[in-house]
């Protein structure tokens, strides 16, 4: 299973020459091993890491715990030294909760005194200046490219949940970022967790490999209900309130499509062998949120990614997703993926993966483990750290990234948005002030036809 991970020569030299050596970038190729272990290309020769890894947690809600209790479990050898969020009795109640998910191992595996606990926005530099080797980035995605910027800048290898950001000029500094990593040696393994998970890789890998043909359209699906909002208390801030309900604030979250959505866009990507969409059209709106902790995002979009012929080697074609939070409606995260020679059926949470031929016959079916693809991306960021051979998932996580961002910019905007529009965007989403009393404005409700196209 080797997809081509490149977003393209033309446009890494375009968005990160200021941040590497162009002359290192030519021919790069990111791609992982059956095990997710081993990266393309070996910057340094491999040596093999003894004695502890210490661990930074940065963002200890739900999914920076999980990841924080998996990371521990990954490497016997593996140490939390330091943990940050913005709300100082998260990360409180994060260390009480691995504490007791370890129980008798806690005192060996958890090191984190108050000197070591860090909050507000700039807890990410507290986190990094406690000597970290492997850090963990679970903070909404708005804030990720700086993290990743620090991070590597600190000498880190990185876990980023995905999305990596939720505007382009986001995206090019991640881009950059990775690409520091690269040439210093460090891994970045991304949160896009399906790419670890047994039956997708099987899977895909047989459509990647000419199963069911030539890949003629595909259709991806992430229909579920709403996040459900906090209301606001009195005591709360503007940046406290929406820091909350942060999924339904763009600037955070980047709206569901990019936040949530954007695995099932992953796999888009992955069934066309992580060729790059040329243009895309979309539609999208808000037709069941209400109430202000709503914030401004939409509750569904359409999307068509167009896809040019490439030197003969494949046909244009045109895939699709569609994505919905809306209550008491069907639920589907199903890929349909539709050849020449046949059709493939991916769901992860039914499970169902099912290649057919053309006339609905089975013809495979996966049988094989099903382990935890959230312990998978653990397992293979530690093992990449203890053998020396790191991974590189930036080309592959960025570039379904700002996928799920032109579709967000074409349901916006009512435009259609190419491949260059996107990367050269200059939209940022992040607020010029973020003090913490400060006002901090709520933007209207995207208006496609008046919305601009920046």
Not at 348 to 369: A, F, K, N, Q, S
């Amino acid at each position: 299973m080797e997809p081509d991970s490149t977003i393209s020569r033309r446009d890494l030299l375009r968005l990160t020459a200021a941040a590497a050596v162009p002359a290192a970038l030519a021919g790069c190729r990111a791609q992982a091993d059956r095990d997710a272990t081993v990266s393309a290309r070996a910057w340094h020769a491999p040596v093999t890491r003894r004695g502890p890894i210490r661990v930074g947690l940065v963002g200890c809600g739900g999914r920076g715990t999980g990841a924080a209790r998996q990371a521990l479990a990954a490497d016997s050898g593996a140490v939390l030294v330091a943990a940050g969020d913005y709300f100082p009795d998260r990360v409180d109640a994060c260390i009480d909760r691995l504490t007791a998910a370890l129980g008798d191992a806690a005192p060996a595996r958890i090191d984190v005194p108050p000197s070591r606990r860090f909050a507000g926005l700039d807890a990410y530099r507290g986190v990094l200046s406690a000597g970290v080797d492997v850090v963990l980035l679970a903070t909404p995605p708005g804030f990720r490219p700086a993290h990743v910027e620090a991070a590597v800048e600190a000498g880190a290898n990185i876990f980023c949940e995905k999305p990596v950001a939720v505007d382009a000029p986001g995206v090019r500094r991640v881009m950059a970022a990775c690409e520091q990593a690269r040439a210093r040696g460090l891994s970045v393994v991304s949160g896009f967790c399906w790419r670890y998970a047994e039956a997708e890789r099987e899977i895909f890998a047989r459509i990647n490999g000419g199963a069911i043909g030539e890949i003629v359209t595909v259709h991806t699906t992430y229909h579920t209900g709403t996040l459900s909002p906090r209301p606001r208390r009195p005591e709360w801030s503007d940046l406290e309130w929406q820091l909350q309900n942060w999924w339904h604030f763009a600037w955070l979250s980047g709206d569901h499509i990019v936040e949530q959505a954007v695995h099932s866009i992953d796999r888009l990507a992955w069934a066309t062998g992580d060729r790059t969409p040329s243009r895309c059209v979309a539609l999208g709106g808000r037709a069941a949120r209400t109430g202000p902790e709503s914030g401004h995002v939409y509750d569904h979009f359409a999307v068509v990614y167009e896809y040019d012929g490439e030197d003969g080697r494949s046909q244009p074609i045109r895939c699709f997703h569609t994505c919905r939070q809306i209550d008491r409606c069907p639920h589907d995260n199903t890929d349909y993926v539709y050849g020449t020679e046949g059709s493939a059926t991916v769901n992860g949470w039914v499970p169902t993966h099912v290649i057919r031929d053309l006339r609905g016959r089975e013809r495979w079916r996966y049988t094989g483990p099903r382990g935890d693809m959230y312990q998978n991306e653990q397992d293979a960021l530690f093992r990449a750290v203890r053998t020396g051979r790191p991974i590189n998932d930036g080309p592959q996580m960025c570039r379904s990234t700002l996928m799920a961002i032109m579709g967000r910019m074409a349901a916006y905007t009512g435009q259609t948005v190419t491949w260059e529009q996107a990367m050269d965007s200059a939209e940022e989403l992040m607020p010029a002030d973020l003090s913490p009393g400060g006002p901090l404005e709520v933007p209207p409700v995207a208006v496609p036809g008046r919305t601009r196209l920046l």
